[in-house]
């Protein structure tokens, strides 16, 4: 099918960029090489080059119309800004749900192991930590550190916030697995604004 007349998009570099469609776009800046490729705007594929991949986005966002006008062949402006309000919306659903799911589920997964578990179990029973902060004591949601396991056996290494009606304070656990059991092995709960290290279980296992 014929472009209508005047219509220069997919003409490459001689390709005239209509004065409405010229701003920053989205859909480029959020989705970068894969807008690159659905837009036949190849450059975007520098996102793989280390250090480019820095600025890349950034770029992308100021001159995407742009490329994308000339790179692609767009039946009028109307499709063009139709098109690219979907990558944006497209974009806007990337970085707000998926990529916090992709950075959440690993740390939510320690949340979910029995070392954690047992862990916070053994704290929030604890009569000094229940005098120190208050009851009900409640764990924090990020829970950060290593789990590391080999068949039956294996160790972990964890650090999560507490909290309760009276203070709040920083958990750090180490845990050893034998057949397949947990053993907590140090646990130790530090409450800043009441200067305390509150030893919760203090067993042979490494200091912390």
Known sequence: MDQPAGNT???GKAAAVPTEIRGWNWGAFLLNWIWGIGNGTFIALLMFVPFVNFVMPFVLGAKGNEWAWRNRRWQSVAEFKSA???WAWAGLLVALVVIPSCIAFPLSALRRNDAFRDSFAA???DPEVIAALGS????GLLVTGRISTDGPDGTAALQYSVHGPQAEGTAYVYAARHVGRWDMKRIVVEVPSLG???SVVA???PGI
């Not at 009900?136 to 764990?139: I, N, R, S, T």
């Open 136 to 139: 009900p004591v409640e764990a």
């Open 84 to 86: 690219q309000r979907k």
């Open 9 to 11: 998009s997919g003409e």
């Open 123 to 125: 704290i929030r029973s």
């Open 196 to 198: 305390k290290r509150i």
């Open 203 to 205: 067993d042979d296992g």
